[in-house]
């Protein structure tokens, strides 16, 4: 059949508007390894289709984190032809593929696609960064500034606090300099999903 990376961007495989050579080209972006890879052996777009829908069924399901995430990995070829060949929007694509967004499959679809294990990379990068971000965060003013502070004080108040509680609190700051703070996200709670997760 062919590799899918050439398909997709074949004149065949294109729509009537974008049937020009240059037009719509589909490339991976520069940390993509696994952009679009060929179907497992067996399977084809109608088996991981019906296996998409029991995947729907299992997510339903409480204690079956193994199957599931067997069932992502076997249907991450179809899942990256659509998201390459159609762009959904994200209500759509969460719709379709309502486990992908659980903390631990969040980890194993960053993984899958680019080789790379999402959190120890970025908490690597987060330690890495600290001086700097901790410099940016006291130049900041108003309610920001005085929210970032407040959480900054507790570690001032526990200089032996945990790895954990010293992560959460940079994350909540950063946060808040960004404007997207919700109370439920927070590393503690991330990590407590993902543990559990993890366990069963």
Not at 91 to 112: D, H, M, S
């Amino acid at each position: 059949m062919g590799s899918p990376e050439l398909l997709i961007n074949s004149m065949k495989y294109k729509t009537e508007e974008d049937r020009k050579a240059a037009k719509n080209m589909k490339k991976p972006k520069r940390a993509e390894i696994n952009d679009l890879p060929p179907h497992p052996p067996g399977e084809s777009d109608d088996t991981l289709e019906s296996l998409r829908l029991e995947l729907i069924g299992a997510s339903k399901r409480k204690d079956n984190v193994k199957d599931i995430n067997y069932m992502m990995a076997r249907t991450y070829s179809w899942r990256r032809m659509e998201v390459v060949a159609q762009s959904p929007g994200v209500a759509e694509f969460k719709e379709r593929w309502p486990t992908l967004l659980e903390p631990f499959q969040v980890n194993e679809e960053f993984r899958r696609c680019t080789g790379v294990a999402l959190e120890p990379t970025f908490m690597a990068q987060l330690d890495r960064y600290t001086p700097k971000l901790l410099e940016l965060f006291s130049t900041k003013g108003g309610a920001v500034g005085s929210r970032i502070k407040n959480l900054l004080m507790v570690l001032i108040q526990d200089p032996d606090a945990s790895v954990v509680k010293k992560r959460d609190a940079r994350i909540r700051c950063l946060m808040e300099s960004w404007g997207s703070v919700d109370e439920s996200s927070s590393l503690t709670s991330v990590g407590q999903q993902r543990q559990k997760s993890m366990r069963t």
